[in-house]
């Protein structure tokens, strides 16, 4: 029958494919002969080899450790430095402060209804504030 002839011939394939492939490995390797003139180095210790060079975990930031309040001293810094700088916005702030963003935000926006500083700009989030004229004559 078919199948019987099918099998049969994939066993001779199989057979006949090993029997070449087992003819058809590589000779085995010459040992190399070292010369004599030449010193070979020494095998290194686990210890001494080279190190690999291990992964750096990335740049880590401090975390940044903002007061969430204002105490008597930030306040009084609120209303005696902050109106004199030329640029203010409240990312400034916070860095100068040491405050949050946003107690700096509701600190500023006290000092604009206040008629310390005056606001410049004012696009998305980003809020730019500038001291006000008289402040700076009297500044220079």
């Known amino acids: 029958s ?5 099998r049969v011939r994939g066993v001779l394939n199989y057979y006949t494919n090993y029997y070449y492939k087992s003819n058809l490995r590589m000779p085995p390797k010459k040992a190399v002969v070292p010369a004599k003139g030449k010193d070979k180095p020494a ?3 686990p210890a001494e080899r080279p190190r690999r060079r291990k992964w750096s975990k990335g740049k880590t930031r401090d975390k940044l450790n903002n007061a969430p309040l204002f105490d008597k001293t930030t306040y ?10 030329k640029l203010i916005t409240p990312s ?6 040491k405050v949050r963003g946003s107690l700096a935000r509701f ?3 006290e000092l604009h209804e206040k008629g310390m ?4 700009d004012k696009h998305g ?3 730019i504030y500038t001291r ?3 402040e700076a004559d009297a500044a220079e």
């Open 2 to 6: 078919k199948w019987y002839q099918r």
């Open 43 to 45: 095998k290194l210790r």
């Open 76 to 85: 009084a810094k609120l209303y005696d430095e902050v109106p004199k700088y």
């Open 92 to 97: 400034i702030v916070s860095e100068r402060l």
């Open 107 to 109: 600190g500023l926006e």
């Open 117 to 120: 500083i005056k606001l410049v």
């Open 125 to 127: 989030s980003q809020v």
């Open 132 to 134: 006000t004229s008289n």
